[in-house]
């Protein structure tokens, strides 16, 4: 389960170098790049694959990759940036701490898996330990549009990671992350140009290691750490470590922004790496 750590960790550390790379362009426009230029790099693999296994591909699996790029990539980042834009971002944040708790149910209801009361109930823990991370917004400060958007979200991380988990018994993840980013990218690329408010770009170098940050560490590298996580251990499970997202953001922020914790946020903080650590000693669910 280390690999979910450190994919929880890149993409933990997103919300910093976003707002890094904000400064340079347009959020639209950031979010674009990021997956036009990591489709790009990762061509090499996808190439190896059309040469080496394009056998092991069936039209229906090909259709799920589509179907998971998009889910995956473009939506998940759209329903939460427009959502962030209409709402607080502690707000946000805490919706997303229901992640662990969605997959949950979503597997239980929709795909039948068999969870551990062990899991569900850490995965409880690592809501209120994220809501104790965040704190509580101004109620003037949320809305219910907002909100609402980021909960879809959640479902929808809920049904990629339940759906993902079956297409990585056939695909090998270093092809699967090359495949769900660049198909996620073409088809979900018209409506990302569509968002854009501003087309100047102000060069940076803060920006642009931002940039490329995001591009290698946070899509390809996050991406590929997931899937390969997700490859060995159970979808319920793998929820856990969503929740340390937001943990992993606080405490970059701490660290490279100087901003302050309050004694709420630390225990929410030891509440949420305390159920990540369980879940990770407990035995695999037997099918």
């Known amino acids: 389960m280390i690999y979910l750590l450190i994919a929880s960790f890149l993409w933990g550390t997103s919300f910093i170098a976003g707002k890094i790379a904000y400064n340079m362009f347009d959020p639209s426009l950031v979010v674009a790049f990021r997956y036009i230029f990591a489709s790009i790099i990762l061509s090499p693999v996808t190439i190896s694959f059309m040469r080496q296994e394009k056998e092991t591909i069936n039209k229906k699996d090909f259709f799920m990759l589509i179907l998971l790029g998009i889910l995956t990539y473009p939506l998940t980042s759209m329903l939460q940036f427009i959502g962030l834009s209409f709402t607080s971002a502690s707000s946000a944040t805490t919706i997303i701490g229901i992640e662990p708790i969605m997959i949950t149910m979503i597997g239980f209801i929709f795909f039948k898996e068999k969870t551990s009361p062990i899991v569900f109930f850490l995965g409880i823990i690592a809501f209120l330990g994220v809501a104790l ?25 809920s049904f990629w990671v339940q759906l993902s988990k079956k297409v990585l018994t056939k695909i090998n993840s270093n092809y699967y992350t090359a495949l769900t980013i660049q198909l996620g990218t073409i088809f979900a690329l018209p409506i990302m140009l569509f968002l854009v408010k501003n087309w100047e770009i102000y060069y940076s170098l803060k920006g642009i290691i931002a940039l490329l940050y995001l591009i290698v560490g946070c899509s390809i590298g996050a991406g590929w750490f997931w899937n390969k996580g997700l490859e060995r251990s159970e979808a319920s499970k793998s929820g856990i470590f969503l929740a340390l997202e937001p943990v992993f953001g606080i405490l970059f922020a701490v660290l490279i922004l100087g901003e302050k914790l309050n004694f709420l946020s630390i225990i929410g903080i030891i509440l949420v790496i305390l159920s990540a650590a369980i879940c990770m000693i407990l035995p695999k669910q037997k099918s």
């Open 133 to 157: 991370t965040v704190g509580v917004s101004a109620l003037e400060n949320v809305s219910f549009f907002g909100c609402f958007l980021v909960f879809l979200s959640t479902i929808v991380v």
